[in-house]
T-cell receptor, first 115, second 110 residues
């Protein structure tokens, strides 16, 4: 059983650079979520996809952030012109179905450090 | 505004102790409450609760929901060092998105 995988595990970049993260969900899962987590906080919702359609994006999310899921399988999250405040753990999660019984399965995350 | 508050923020106990973690919430049109364990990176699912007063149990872990008083507790009995982790609580409301608490960091000393 391959769970949710994320790549890279760690990324160090300089302020102003662009970064891209990849998430491979559990194969039959049709929903894919991106979250951001900082130390001492719970995950903060960024965006989610139902198959290839991006259904919701956080109102708090800067337009420097963009996500895609072109074929309804893997997803990428790109951050343009990174800022030090973008330093965080970026978590991807996937699920099968929706509604009150939906359970999310998380990847191990990508730890981003912006210098 | 929907919110989830967990307490305590951190807790240190000795192996063999019993712990109770709390999660209180204010959510529009509450649907469900979930508990996750986060050891190093990936949160892993523990329980989903939708009905008041029905205990969910898995080994030494159990959880119950009180929809009248708007809280849930997670109990861990006979704690082991492997229980050391951050325990996250999340609720699902009217828009079906999860609202997360900040977590309780639990440290079990041998």
């Amino acid at each position: 059983d391959t769970g949710v995988s994320q790549d890279p595990r760690h990324k160090i970049t300089k302020r102003g650079q662009n970064v891209t993260f990849r998430c491979d969900p559990i194969s039959e899962h049709n929903r894919l979520y991106w979250y951001r987590q900082t130390l001492g906080q719970g995950p903060e919702f960024l965006t989610y996809f139902q198959n290839e359609a991006q259904l919701e994006k956080s109102r708090l999310l800067s337009d420097r952030f963009s996500a895609e899921r072109p074929k309804g399988s893997f997803s990428t999250l790109e951050i343009q012109r990174t800022e030090q405040g973008d330093s965080a753990m970026y978590l991807c999660a996937s699920s099968l179905g929706a509604g009150i019984n939906e359970k999310l399965f998380f990847g191990s995350g990508t730890q981003l450090s912006v210098l | 505004e929907d919110k989830v508050v967990q307490s305590p923020l951190s807790l240190v106990v000795h192996e063999g102790d019993t712990v109770t973690l709390n999660c209180s919430y204010e959510v529009t049109n509450f649907r469900s409450l979930l508990w996750y364990k986060q050891e190093k990176k990936a949160p892993t699912f523990l329980f989903m609760l939708t009905s008041s007063g029905i205990e969910k149990k898995s080994g030494r872990l159990s959880s119950i929901l009180d929809k009248k008083e708007l809280f849930s507790i997670l109990n861990i009995t006979a704690t082991q060092t492997g229980d050391s982790a951050i325990y996250l609580c999340a609720t699902r409301g009217s828009n079906y998105q999860l609202i997360w608490g900040a977590g309780t960091k639990l440290i079990i000393k041998p």
